[in-house]
């Protein structure tokens, strides 16, 4: 199976600025998906510009024919599922049925708690699991159904009606990012592909070899899950977001850097590499020349 290559364009340019090429000249060099951070501001970008996931995808949906859309990743951090069902339906139907939905339980970075009490600390990795827990079938429920009604320990519908539905059918697909037991049982249960960062403990002091080995078992315990539900696991694509694995930008060095770094990967059984769209001073910053060559040559040495 030939391995498709994605990007992540973060949201911090204005569309008249930079934005709007970005994203068709995405389309230009055959990216497969464009991806977005849907955060409230992020990291090293927290005192910069910084726009919001949906209304930039439903521009992008309006600058470009081809290239899939999605979000890596929406979390309940700020989201609820009723009003992102409503959203993510008419950013399909705005984008021809384009969209995937990148979707994990969130993290515990200064954004996580904008819509908290200043003196609430940020939900421990238990409260985000259960969160997680119920917001995904809730989801896939409201992107499904005429009309929903829930009561749930964090999240209720009354008569929530999403008609037309979306345009792909039964739904646009979820690629759940996901690596421990219970993110993995719901990847398994309700995503079209599963998405992983690889082992944050060895960002910092770890090896491209422990690195691989880490997803190896990541990628073994997809599949345990997914037999453990009567799910054939090659249903689900496998999707990596590069950058923080020990490798950091170094797969980005050259064309020959990323072949050797995809290869790899795909051996193991990935089907989708993303990559980060260069941006200057930044932990993303690359060769714009090499980038690109590598977006037009690399998925054609890795077929």
Excluded at 176 to 199: K, N, S, Y
Excluded at 260 to 281: C, K, M, N, S
């Amino acid at each position: 199976m030939s391995l498709r290559l994605s990007t992540v364009i973060l949201p911090y340019r204005r569309w008249s600025e930079g934005g709007r090429s970005a994203w068709m000249r995405a389309e230009q060099l055959g990216f497969h998906t464009g991806y977005t951070y849907d955060h409230l501001s992020w990291r090293s970008f927290r005192d910069g510009p910084w726009f919001g996931a949906v209304p930039t995808l439903t521009a992008a949906a309006a600058a470009t024919d081809r290239l899939r859309l999605g979000t890596l990743v929406t979390s309940p951090n700020f989201r609820h599922p009723v009003t992102l069902a409503k959203e993510l339906i008419s950013l399909d139907d705005i984008s021809g049925g384009r969209i995937t939905l990148g979707i994990g339980a969130g993290g515990t970075g200064f954004d996580a708690t904008a819509l908290s009490k200043s003196s609430q600390e940020p939900w421990t990795p238990r409260e985000r699991a259960d969160r997680f827990a119920e917001f995904v079938p809730l989801l896939d429920r409201l992107l499904t159904e005429d009309a929903v009604t829930y009561e749930g320990r964090f999240y209720s519908a009354h008569e929530a009606r999403n008609i037309p539905g979306c345009v792909q059918r039964p739904r646009l697909p979820f690629a759940v990012a996901a690596t421990g037991p219970r993110g993995l049982r719901l990847a398994a249960r309700h995503g079209q592909a599963w998405v992983t960062t690889g082992d944050p403990k060895l960002y910092e002091n770890g090896t491209p070899e422990q690195s691989v080995e880490a997803l190896r078992g990541q990628l073994e315990k997809l599949s345990e899950t997914c037999a453990s539900i009567g799910r054939d696991v090659t249903e689900l694509e496998k999707v990596l977001l590069t950058g923080f694995t020990p490798d950091r930008g170094r797969p980005l060095e050259s064309l020959d850097a990323f072949v050797d770094f995809a290869g790899r990967h795909q051996e193991l059984g990935f089907t989708e590499i993303v990559i980060h769209w260069p941006i200057p001073d930044s932990d993303f910053a690359a060769d714009e020349k090499v980038f690109e060559r590598i977006a037009m040559e690399a998925p054609a040495q890795l077929a």
